[in-house]
């Protein structure tokens, strides 16, 4: 399951320009299988540890260099504060520009994870909507998958401030991107209509529960045909695990946590926002909800210095990004290597449970969802709640479980499925892991009525 | 140490009469403990940005471990019941009735944001009227009052300074001013809808009649007193019956050994709390401040679960809390007087209304005479003499005393460190140096 017995190097797909971490690391410096173990040695040995995508992962080498940088602010905060602290930041900044093929090291800024960075773009929605803007009734719109937090948060923002939150409903399990495209289309339609305007749409990149690469240049296009006046698109999930290229992608605003997939500890994100946003009204810029005295120097000024914090985490991207090119085809190659991984564990085990997969290979990124046996009778959330509790506490495998209702006329579907990740440090005996504990139940006859509340 | 003085009900910080002094920390643990602080640089400065004690960072180190070991057992097991454990040392500690009403964030700038945005929304929702008093005072903190602007200013509410008089001699000239800030708000027929009062100013630092305010406010039918107390827990009296604001949010990191960040944000449990919300909204919006603030997305928690680790070091100390903060004000007025004495200065303010900073005048020859001279003074007396010590710019005339720095003094200090600032005045004053030397 190493980097070093997977050697599939495509290098004919980098469209992304991420050329920081083109560097293919020949012979004795790319890094070893006992020497991935030796970075991710800190981890529970005795968990199958197969929910990347919910915490990420921290090698040993960059928390030694998140490390560093405490200890210089500890020993004399003044000092780091005036001359280290900026420069820091805008190194960082630099790096995940070029990373994600922005234009001007303006458009990024940090902040602490994708939860920031939605509490800051619908804010703005917000004071837009106040400030008269957009009217009230004016449409926001959000994809049924989207992340529980940005519901609350379109809630807490945009509803709450006169907007009307109007919500795509996804298939799942999907076969294609025509599915998604055709639901997206109908709900703009809706959008559109009654002389209301949809200011917003709100996009997944990779959904969180279930797990599905949404085609998101596509639905953008879509969004700027039919006059959406601003997108934002939460990839939570997508450096380090999918392609990450702003221009191709063509969002207005663009967020991803970098403690997911690129390595780095809890917790950074970055924000990306476009500039020379089509239809923005001078005044109406981001902010930062927690306000300094940098407030009005631009969002990745003011994102910059929120008070006194540990900023740390923001600073270790040139380690993550170090690191990332001691592996055979740096960021690429972990992406191509995970993602195939996973998909072959994830046959595996639907094969073994005869079951499926929730979306096909092109739908997946680092990530998949696969069909738990029926019998297992996972009935509601808290079904799959207490089951994954039971395995985590049981068998010692950490893997998020979905609960997908049967639709009507459905009898004896999979109505459970497991969202497996592959990361650098997994094997797969991770994953025989997870299937013999699954092979155990089944046999022993286990329901989650079973499972006490 | 005097054991009357606790009526706040702080029961924790009780001095341990039982334990021998040689129980008490040492001289050489205490420097141990801050042995990773730059044993080159004389450190006035712990109001700017705390410290944190080498067994509480070990402490905290313990978690982060515990967090990347095995995530979502800790998320699932581990972090609320750390989170509260943490918030219930703090509601004794401030003598608060309930739990509830203590909530953990970053720093006070982030406790700011929430008590404002609740104002904003109000001002936007017809529950403020527009024109509608906002208080502060004018030492109010720069970010504060750029956040007043954000929120406040923009949603149509109209923000009152109270002027405030430095160097001060006496309460009644604060509660003076005071009074006639509130007269002003109230003449328009506006109401005044909201207090922003500090507990001890940042710069100038001035410890304020935070009660007496706090007194007036009410009697003057001001709706909500928000006392942003960044530097108070571990450096002045905190007791939330005692103060009766509405909201109060003071940081642990400065004066209560914490490590970079945490702060705590009470809210007196009523109607106008359950309007509180934190501005990263997750998936527990609307379940209560404290439990909004206790998860806003993956992040490290680590600073706010070692509140525990803090009390056990504070107790090392003979009179814990109130005897690190009793000596600190006692030694640091003792500083400033020995400082002015030598440099034929004064003091910014009397004993009774400082903590533990004091504002000590500069020798007027220095020649400071703008917030860009003190700033680069202050880079001099870092770069050429070790010494880290903020300097604010009062105005004046020339030949008079100008400016003033904030000196702190915390457990690590030393006499030394003194010392070696008013030498380096010294050799300033006898080089003839002036500001005007300093290039840009």
Not at chain 2, 165 to 182: H, L, M, Q, Y
Not at chain 2, 298 to 319: H, I, T
Request: glycine share 6%.
């Amino acid at each position: 399951m190493s980097s070093t017995t997977h050697n599939h190097i495509h290098e004919n797909n980098h469209h992304n320009g991420s050329h920081v971490a083109k560097k293919p690391n020949l012979s004795t410096s790319v890094i070893t299988a006992s020497e991935i173990k030796s970075e991710f040695a800190h981890h529970d040995a005795s968990v199958a540890r197969i929910n990347n995508g919910s915490f990420g992962c921290c090698p040993a080498s960059i928390r030694a260099a998140q490390h560093r940088w405490q200890l210089q602010y500890l020993r004399q905060p003044d000092h780091f504060y005036f001359n280290e602290l900026k420069t820091g930041i805008l190194q960082s900044r630099t790096l995940i520009k070029d990373l994600v093929n922005a234009d001007h090291v303006d458009e990024i800024s940090i902040v602490d994870n994708a939860t920031t960075a939605a509490a800051i773009v619908l804010q703005h929605t917000a004071w837009n909507f106040r400030e008269g803007r957009f009217q009230k009734g004016d449409v926001v719109l959000m994809l049924h998958y989207a992340y529980g937090a940005v519901k609350k948060s379109m809630e807490a923002y945009v509803t709450r401030a006169g907007g009307n939150v109007v919500e795509v409903p996804l298939p799942f399990p999907v076969n294609s991107n025509d599915e998604i495209v055709s639901e997206f289309r109908k709900a703009l339609e809706r959008g559109n209509s009654n002389g209301k305007r949809v200011r917003l749409a709100v996009i997944d990149h990779v959904t969180s529960m279930p797990c599905v690469v949404i085609p998101v240049k596509e639905l953008i296009q879509i969004c700027r045909e039919e006059g959406v006046d601003q997108v934002f698109v939460d990839a939570a999930h997508s450096i380090g695990c999918t392609d990450v290229d702003m221009k191709e992608i063509g969002a207005d605003f663009y967020t991803s946590n970098l403690h997911k997939w690129f390595f780095c500890p809890p917790s950074i994100a970055f924000l990306y926002t476009r500039r020379n946003l089509k239809g923005s009204v001078s005044g109406s810029d981001l902010h930062h909800p927690v306000v300094s005295h940098e407030y009005g120097n631009g969002l990745a000024v003011e994102s910059a210095w929120i008070g006194t914090r540990d900023y740390s985490a923001q600073l270790v991207v040139p380690a993550a990004v170090e690191f990332v090119n001691r592996f055979e085809g740096g960021i690429e190659g972990i992406k191509k290597r995970n993602h195939e991984a996973v998909m072959e564990m994830g046959e595996m085990l639907a094969k073994a449970w005869g079951t499926h997969l929730g979306s096909p290979a092109d739908m997946c990124a680092s990530m998949v969802m696969v069909g738990l046996p029926p019998c297992l009778g996972i009935g509601s959330d808290s079904d799959a709640l207490k089951l994954r509790t039971h395995l985590r506490d049981a068998f010692a495998v950490e893997v998020p479980l979905y609960y997908r209702p049967p639709r009507e006329g459905e009898v004896g579907v999979v109505t459970g499925y497991a969202r497996i990740s592959h990361q650098v440090y997994n094997k797969v005996d991770d994953y025989y892991k997870f299937r013999d504990a699954v092979n155990q139940l089944v046999q022993n006859g286990f329901t989650c009525a079973d499972l006490s509340d | 140490m005097a054991s009357t003085e606790h009526q706040n009900g702080d029961a924790v910080s009780h001095p341990k009469k039982k334990l021998k002094p040689c129980n008490f920390i040492t001289e050489a643990e205490i420097q141990s403990e801050f042995s990773h602080h730059d044993t080159a640089v004389a450190r006035l400065n712990n109001g700017a940005f705390g410290c944190c004690p080498a067994s509480v960072i070990a402490v905290q180190r313990d978690w982060q471990l515990k967090n990347l070991r095995q995530p979502d057992h800790f998320y699932f097991n581990d972090l609320k019941s750390g989170l509260l454990h943490s918030r219930t040392i703090i509601k004794d500690l401030v003598n608060a009735h309930h739990v509830d009403e203590i909530s953990l964030v970053d720093n006070a700038s982030t406790a700011t944001a929430i008590v404002l945005q609740q104002a904003a929304w109000a001002f936007n929702e017809g529950t403020f009227q527009k024109g509608d008093v906002v208080l502060m005072l004018h030492y109010a903190y720069g970010a504060v009052k750029k956040a007043i602007e954000a929120y406040v200013a923009r949603a149509g509410g109209s923000v009152v300074e109270v002027p405030l008089p430095f160097p001060v001699t006496s309460n009644d000239e604060i509660v003076r001013e005071f009074r006639k800030a509130v007269e002003k708000g109230k003449s328009r027929g506006n109401r005044i809808r909201l207090a922003v009062i500090d507990h001890v100013t940042s710069m100038p630092s001035v410890v304020i009649p935070l009660k007496e305010l706090v007194t007036i406010c009410r009697e003057e039918g001001v709706e909500q007193v928000f006392v942003d107390a960044a530097h108070a827990i571990g450096c002045t009296r905190v007791d939330m019956q005692e103060i009766g604001a509405d909201f109060y949010t003071s940081n642990l990191h400065k004066w209560f050994f914490c490590p970079p960040s945490v702060a705590f944000l009470y809210a007196r449990a009523s109607p106008k709390s359950r309007d509180l919300h934190h501005p990263v909204v997750s998936h527990e919006y609307g379940n209560g401040l404290a439990v909004e603030s206790s998860w806003t997305g993956n992040r490290d928690y680590s600073a706010q679960l070692v509140v525990p680790a803090v009390m056990e070091f504070v107790k090392m100390f003979e009179g814990g809390i109130e005897g690190i903060r009793k000596k600190n004000h006692e030694v640091v007025v003792e500083m400033g007087e020995m400082l002015v004495e030598a440099w034929g200065t004064h003091l910014g303010s009397p004993p009774h209304m400082s903590a533990s900073m004091v504002m000590v005048g500069l020798p007027p020859c220095l020649g400071i005479f703008s917030d860009s001279d003190a700033l680069k003074l202050r880079t001099r007396l870092r770069d050429k003499f070790g010494v880290e010590v903020p300097i604010y710019f009062a105005g004046g005339e020339d030949g008079s005393v100008t400016a003033y720095a904030r000196i702190s003094r915390q457990v690590y200090n030393k006499l030394e460190d003194y010392i070696k600032f008013k030498n380096a005045i010294d050799e300033l004053v006898r080089d003839g140096f002036t500001c005007a030397l300093l290039s840009d």
